[in-house]
């Protein structure tokens, strides 16, 4: 989700910004005198995202300005939800956790009021740690990531970031691979298991934007088609930023519906309510980034009508980061060691999240409607 540049360390970010400017000037000179392949060295990764890679790229460069101007932003913009949800009627944290399957489910009952939940100290900090915890993880693996996105660029097959429209390419490609990261990260285990900690608040507030896993590398080859395509490392990177950044305020009770038109085509904070619902009917629902209309080509599009029931089919109940970040991964690991048979084994790492050898559910989801419970 960034541009070029991220939140981070800064020393490291100058010295490859430095770097880079100098490759830069050089394949420059060289291309002018025998390629007229237009080649614009990106400064940083394609995927960098200063918060959050939604899908595992990593922060590129520190822009101490943008830095200056986004982290400001987040918290003015907490403290003012937090302001308008006091004053609103809110519904009692857990009261739908002891709900039938109809009361969450049920179609045929008239859409429910949207009856916010609200922030709890414990569970912002959670949310802030897992933030923190997403920049450090980024930088740790960002020399890597950085490599095999310049590579991609060097070795593109097209250069369809040089047209005319070539960010707002970037955007609707980013965008459309974004969908696919995203359900991707649902569908298989593994991958599940870096993603659950942005889904493991019971909570939902724009500090749940910022509960961001710290194992994005693992997806990290989703976006490689961007820079093998010929959008440069840096246009890249600015497109997932924007779509990073576009994500953040759909992360609210404060904002019910808005107009039919907008609720069509871009996703919203209801769509994005449903995605982080563990109502059956909501589970593996809503991918979308920026444009809802990816679910509804797809056929993973839900309109949130039920009462969101916010968290895990089975709750973690820990407000501990480390264990937030990394306990899906341990699950997979005990399942690893207790299971018996390549097959089997390897069903825990590539299979769905709850997949076991019986066919039966476990885990924390999400999992399909028909085998919830
Ligand atoms: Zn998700």
Known sequence: MPGPRGLGPSVPICRA???????????RRSSSRRSKRPITQAPSSPHASPIHP?????????????????????????????????????RTFGD???ATRDELSDPSLPAD???????????????????????????AVFGLTHRIDRWAYRHRVANLGSTRFGFTGAMMAWDFLYYWDHRWMHEVRLLWANHVSHHSSERYNLSTALRQPWSGILTHWVFLPMPLLGFTPAMTSKAGLYNLLYQYWVHTEAIDRLPAPVEAVMNTASHHRVHHGANPQYLDKNYAGIFIVWD???????????????????????????????????????????????????????????WTPSGRRAGTGPVTVTTAD
Do not use: C, W
């Open 113 to 139: 009021p949207l009856v916010p939940v609200g922030y709890e100290t414990r569970d912002t900090v959670a949310s802030l740690g897992m933030l923190a915890g997403n920049l450090v993880a980024n930088a």
């Open 17 to 27: 910004a430095l770097r880079d400017k100098l490759r830069s000037m050089r394949i």
């Open 96 to 98: 739908l956790d002891g």
């Open 296 to 354: 509804k080509l797809f056929g993973t599009f839900e309109p949130e009508v039920r009462k969101v029931k916010y968290g895990l089919t089975k709750n973690i109940d820990t407000f501990n980061p480390m264990r937030i970040a990394y306990h899906e991964f341990a699950d997979i690991a005990r399942d690893i060691r207790a299971a018996t048979g390549v097959r089997n084994k390897l069903g825990h790492i590539f299979g769905r999240p709850g």
């Open 54 to 90: 939604p899908s595992g790229g990593t922060p590129a460069a520190i822009d101490p300005k943008q830095a200056a101007i986004i982290l400001p932003a987040f918290v003015i913009t907490m403290a003012a939800e937090a302001l308008v949800l006091k004053n609103r009627p809110k």
